[in-house]
Every structure is written in structure tokens, then in C-alpha cells.
């Protein structure tokens, strides 16, 4: 394996699958038989979920919720997604904890990088929920800190489309796929794939991130083995 330590960021939506709203068993089962594949592969593993298939925060402030309290609303949704997750896991027979940015007990562990980072060398997928704790903050920024925090060798962002285009490759036929980027030039070119704090975050602690197609099975793994896949993102 190219990578030993693993922060694997999946959207909420992503778990939605076809439906507009909620999660998809089929989904589910597809996105936990992955991270199983990669933990018996040798793999540490932890997941940041977003909860947009539930609430998304910023679209609350169109209903009258104001953003404080809607990010507030998204990051519960996250906390019911990990907990979906960790059940499919232990369903599987693999060791799964939710772990939360604000305190849930006895819903789920309060986060601490060192327990994590302990958890996941012993082979437990660490699931960090609850994104940064704080609103104005995205998942993706908080997958980003969790995966320097725990000192993660990359940071995997499964998506739908197989990488980063220079447009939204579901709108404009024509988008051009980048198979490696620079986060100077992502950030020139305000690509939509994460915020600027994210990319930003990465670009400072010269994380490398792989944008990849998460729904076609066998993806996952062949990123970490370092073989092609989506597109790769790094300082160089």
C-alpha cells in the first residue's frame, strides 16, 4: 500500500444514493464493504461523513434558521449518518466508533486525537463526526484537520464524478478532467470540488488529496495503492 494512515471524506449526499433525501441501504452497505476491503488490506482508517442528505446548513437560512443555528442542525446530521456507517460496519464484523466534536455521550465518544489516532492503528475505523464543532465551517475543512491532525498519510475525497474538472462535468459536456493539480492553481482557478479554507489547509500542511469516483467499487483501494485513479492534488 502507497498510504498506511487513510482519512477518507464521503459526502452526505453520496449516501442518498438515487433518493432525494435519507440513506440508501444499498449504499450504505457499498460504502462500508469498502472500508472493510481496505482495513483487511492493513490500512488505518478514518471517515469524515457530511449530512447534507439530511440538513444542510447553509440552505436553512433560506427557511428562516438563522447560520449559527443551522450549522449547528447540519452537524447533528452528520452525527446520524456515523452512526448509520458504524452500524453497517459492525455488521460486517468490523471495529467501528463514532467520535464527536461536541460532547454526545452516550451516543458516541467525545473526540480526542490521541484515542483516535490509537484506535485506528489497532484496526478500528475511527468515524469523526460533528465536523470542526463550530459553525461557518464545512466537512470538508474538518476532514482536512482531522486528517492533519491524526497525521494521515492522505486525505480521499469520494465523490461521484471520477475527479476534478475544470466545471461541473453533470452540467458542461465539455469540463476538462485535470489528472494532478496543484492547490495554488485550484485555488486560482476556485474550483468548486472543496471551499478555499480546505484546499488552503492542505496546501499549508502539504497534504496530498485524491479526488475519486467512490461509487465504482474498487476505487477506493486503488487509490491507496497509489495506482491512477480521479485526480491528485498536491503542492507540487
Known sequence: MK?????LKLSGESLQGKNNFGIDPGMLDSFSAQAVELVNAGSELGIVIGGGNIFRGLSGTGSGIDRVTGDQMGMLATVINSLALESALRRKQC???VFTSIR????????????????MKKGTVCILAGGTGNPYF???????????????????????????????PEKNKNA????????????????KVMDQTAFTMCRENSLPLIVFN???KGN???????ETTGTLLNNH
Not at 498510504?3 to 482519512?7: A, E, F, N, V
Open 138 to 168: 464545512t466537512t470538508d475543512t474538518a476532514a482536512v484537520l482531522r486528517a492533519v491532525e491524526t497525521e494521515c498519510d492522505v486525505l480521499l475525497k469520494g465523490t461521484r464524478v471520477d475527479g476534478v474538472y475544470s466545471d461541473d
Open 220 to 226: 477506493l483501494i486503488k487509490a491507496v495503492r497509489g
Open 104 to 119: 454526545m455521550e452516550p451516543v458516541a465518544e467525545f473526540y480526542k486525537r490521541d484515542t483516535v489516532v490509537e484506535k
Open 95 to 97: 471495529r467501528a466508533r
Open 214 to 216: 467512490m461509487n465504482i
Open 176 to 191: 476538462v478532467k485535470y489528472d494532478k493539480l496543484s492547490y495554488n492553481d485550484a485555488i486560482d482557478k476556485q474550483l
Open 3 to 7: 498510504y498506511k494512515r487513510i482519512l
